[in-house]
C-alpha cells in the first residue's frame, strides 16, 4: 500500500482553499448580509455565488501554478473579510434578537418555547465585541464595508484565474463542490466497528506476549524485565487496528478475571511532541484506575508511578510513537518514556506502533520482534469495505448484486487501506442507489488514501464540514467528548435552526452523529475523571487530522508543552496545552482576531492576575473558552 504522506497530489493547498470555500460561512455572510442592508441584492448574489463556485472547481489547478502566491493573498483576505462580516452580522442578529424579546409586552404574550428558542439564540448571536452605540446603526455601516471587501476579494480572486485562462475550466479530478442536494441527514446508525482479516496475526502476537518467563532471561542480565514487540507501517495500514485488538484481548482476560496473563494493562497514545510528565500521568491513571494527583515535580511522580508497578506483570501498549533519526537525544527520551517498567516483573512486555522500524529498535526491540504490518488479503479487504457499505442496506437483491459488482471495483481503486476502506464505506452506506455508486467508482480521487479522504469530506453536510474543520484545534488523539464538541460548536454559532421546535444542542448532536457515521470520529473508550461517572470518549484518526488541518488552514493553533515560538498574530481559534502566565499576558491576550481560547490546564489560584486578564479578554473577544475542563461561554 502506497504512502499516503507521501502523496501530495490529492491533499494540498489547494484542498484547504477548496475545503474553506465550501464552508458555510460565505452563504450564511452573503446572504444574510446583504438582507440586513435592506435592499435587493439577487442579482448581486448570483455573481458572487458564481465566482465563489468557480474558485472552487479550479484550486487544484491553481496550487501547481506560478500565481499560488498572488491568489493565496487574495484568499487570505477574502476570509479575513467574511469572518469581520460575520462577527458584524453577530452584532446585527443580537440587537434585532435582544429588540423581539425586549418589545414583547411580557413573557407571558408569548408562547414559553418560542421564548426560549430566542433567548438561546441570542446567546448564540452574542457580540463578539462590544457594540459602542448599539442605536447608532454603526453594525451596518460596518457591515456594508466589509462587504464590499468581499466583493473586491472576489473579484481579484477571479481575474487571476482569466489570467490563467482557468475561467471556464471543469475540475477533471473531482474537486468540485457537491451539490447540497445529494446530501442527507444520517438517519441510521454507522455498522459496528469489526476487525476483519487479523485474527492470525493478533494471535502471533498474543503468542510473543505470553512467552514463558525463561525465554525472557536474555534481558534479565542485564536488569530489564520485559522485551518490546513492534507492529510497523504506513499511515492508515491498520497498525493501531491491530494492537487495539490485541489490547482488548488481554484487557478483557484480566477484568473478567480468567487467569489474565498480566496484573496491569495500559493503553499510551504518543503524540510526535510528548513530554514525560503527561504519558507518566496517563500511566499512573492507567495503573491504578484512578486519577493521578498533582505531584510537584516529575522525579516524584515517576516515584509514584514506579510505586504502582513494582513487582507486577505489565503489558504497556505505546500506540504512533515516533522516532527523529537526526535528533541525537531522541533515542534517550524514548528510553526514559518507558524506564518505570524496570521495576516490574519479569514477563511484562511493550507493544509499540510505529510508521518505522527504526522506532521500535530505538526502545529496543531485537529485529525478530518488529513485525511488519501485512496487507490484507484482496477478498479480505473486500468483505472489510462491503461491511461498512452495505451492512443492514435495504436494497432488492438484484440492486445489492449490482452494488456488489460496483463495489468491488470500487474497492480495488483504494489499495488496500483499511482507513479508506472504512471511510468511503461509511459514505457510500449513506447513498445506496445504483446510480450514485456507479458514478463514483471512477472517480480518481478515490486512488489513494488522502484522496479518498478527501471525497468523503466533501459529502459531509456543509455546517458538519465547519465543526470537523473546528476539531484540528485539539492535538491529535485527544480525546473527545461529545457533550464537550456540542457546547463548543454551539458557542461558535456552528449550529443554524430556524425552527422554534428544534433545540440546537439536539442538532450539535446530529452534526456528531453524522460525523461518528461517516467514521471522522471513532470510538475510542470510557474515562472516568475523578468521582465523575465514566464517559465515552472519541479520537481522530492521524490522517483524518491531516485532512482537519488542510481544511482549517491558518486560522487554528496549537501550543502545545515545549512550545518556544511566536503565536500567529491572526490566529481566530487557540488551544493551549500547559498554562503559561507570562505568554497568557505578553502574547495570547494581545491577538487581535482570537475568537476562541482553550487551555487544557489548571491554573493555580496565584495567578490571579493572569486570570484577571484572561477572563476580561475573554468577556470582550471571544465567542467561546474553555480552561482546564470550565467552559466561559460568551
Not at 435592499?39 to 448581486?44: G, I, S
Not at 511566536?566 to 491576550?589: A, W
Request: charge should be negative; glycine fraction near 6%.
Amino acid at each position: 500500500m502506497a504512502d499516503p504522506v507521501t502523496i501530495g497530489a490529492a491533499v494540498g493547498w489547494g484542498v484547504s482553499a477548496v475545503g474553506w470555500l465550501a464552508s458555510p460561512i460565505i452563504s450564511r455572510v452573503l446572504n444574510k448580509g446583504f438582507a440586513h442592508l435592506d435592499f435587493d441584492a439577487t442579482e448581486k448574489l448570483k455573481i458572487l455565488d458564481l465566482q465563489v463556485l468557480q474558485l472552487q472547481r479550479v484550486m487544484d489547478v491553481v496550487d501547481e501554478s506560478t500565481y499560488k502566491g498572488r491568489l493565496e493573498t487574495l484568499l487570505d483576505k477574502l476570509k479575513s473579510a467574511l469572518y469581520e462580516s460575520e462577527d458584524i452580522l453577530d452584532d446585527v442578529e443580537y440587537q434585532r434578537l435582544h429588540k423581539q424579546i425586549r418589545d414583547s409586552k411580557s413573557a407571558s404574550s408569548m408562547p414559553p418555547r418560542k421564548m426560549d428558542w430566542l433567548k438561546k439564540n441570542l446567546r448564540s448571536a452574542m457580540p463578539s465585541s462590544p457594540l459602542k452605540d448599539k442605536d447608532s446603526g454603526l453594525p451596518k455601516l460596518q457591515l456594508e464595508k466589509s462587504l464590499t471587501k468581499i466583493e473586491t476579494a472576489l473579484s481579484g480572486a477571479c481575474k487571476v484565474l482569466e489570467q490563467l485562462n482557468l475561467s471556464g475550466l471543469s475540475n477533471d479530478n473531482g474537486r468540485q463542490a457537491v451539490a447540497t442536494n445529494s446530501r442527507h441527514a444520517v438517519t441510521t446508525a454507522g455498522p459496528p466497528a469489526r476487525v476483519i482479516g487479523r485474527d492470525q496475526d493478533r494471535d502471533k502476537i498474543i503468542a510473543m506476549l505470553h512467552e514463558k518467563e525463561d525465554q525472557c532471561q536474555l534481558n534479565t542480565v542485564s536488569g530489564i524485565c520485559y522485551s518490546v514487540i513492534g507492529i510497523h507501517g504506513v499511515a492508515g495500514s491498520g497498525k493501531s487496528t491491530l494492537a487495539q485488538f490485541t489490547y482488548d484481548h488481554e484487557k478483557k482476560c484480566k477484568e473478567e478475571k480468567m487467569e489474565g496473563h498480566f496484573d496491569i494493562v495500559m493503553w499510551i497514545h504518543v503524540s510526535q511532541t510528548f513530554d514525560l510528565d503527561s504519558i507518566f500521568r496517563e500511566m499512573f491513571e492507567g495503573a491504578t484506575g484512578k486519577a493521578c494527583p498533582k505531584f510537584n515535580s516529575l522525579n516524584v511522580l515517576k516515584e509514584k508511578l514506579e510505586e504502582e508497578l513494582r513487582g507486577k506483570r505489565t503489558l504497556l501498549v505505546l500506540d504512533d510513537v515516533w522516532y527523529n533519526i537526526r535528533n541525537s537525544g531522541h533515542r534517550e527520551e524514548l528510553q526514559q518514556l518507558i524506564s518505570p517498567l524496570n521495576v516490574g516483573k519479569v514477563g511484562s512486555k511493550i507493544l509499540v506502533t510505529s510508521r518505522t522500524e527504526a522506532a521500535l529498535v530505538s526502545l529496543g526491540a531485537v529485529k525478530e520482534r518488529c513485525i511488519p504490518i501485512s496487507d490484507l488479503h484482496d477478498k479480505v479487504f473486500l468483505e472489510m469495505f462491503m461491511h461498512y457499505a452495505l451492512t443492514d442496506a435495504r436494497v432488492s437483491e438484484h440492486d445489492r448484486r449490482i452494488l456488489e459488482m460496483i463495489g468491488e471495483d470500487i474497492a480495488k481503486k483504494l489499495k488496500g487501506s483499511p482507513l479508506a476502506a472504512r471511510t468511503v464505506g461509511s459514505r457510500l452506506r449513506e447513498t445506496q442507489t445504483v446510480e450514485f455508486w456507479r458514478s463514483q467508482k471512477d472517480r480518481d480521487l478515490l486512488n489513494d488514501t488522502m484522496g479518498a479522504l478527501w471525497w468523503s469530506y466533501q459529502y459531509l453536510d456543509e455546517q458538519v464540514r465547519r465543526c470537523f474543520a473546528y476539531c484540528s484545534i485539539f492535538p491529535r488523539r485527544h480525546r473527545l467528548k461529545r457533550d464537550e464538541l456540542v457546547k463548543l460548536w454551539v458557542a461558535e454559532g456552528f449550529i443554524k435552526t430556524s425552527n422554534a421546535e428544534e433545540e440546537m444542542e439536539d442538532v450539535a448532536k446530529n452534526y456528531f452523529d453524522e460525523l461518528l457515521s461517516a467514521s471522522f470520529l471513532q470510538f475510542g473508550g470510557k474515562e472516568k475523571l475523578y468521582s465523575e461517572p465514566k464517559v465515552d470518549y472519541f479520537t481522530i484518526h492521524d490522517l483524518l487530522c491531516d485532512l482537519a488541518e488542510e481544511v482549517a488552514g491558518r486560522d487554528f493553533f496549537r501550543i502545545e508543552k515545549g512550545f518556544t515560538g511566536e503565536v500567529p498574530p491572526d490566529v481566530r481559534y487557540l488551544f493551549v496545552g500547559t498554562y503559561n502566565r507570562e505568554m497568557l499576558t505578553e502574547k495570547i491576550c494581545g491577538l487581535q482576531n482570537l475568537r476562541t481560547l482553550i487551555i487544557d490546564d489548571t491554573i493555580e489560584v496565584r495567578s490571579s492576575d493572569g486570570v484577571q486578564s484572561l477572563c476580561e479578554y475573554v468577556r470582550y473577544a471571544h465567542r467561546a473558552a474553555k480552561i482546564a475542563g470550565t467552559e466561559i461561554m460568551c
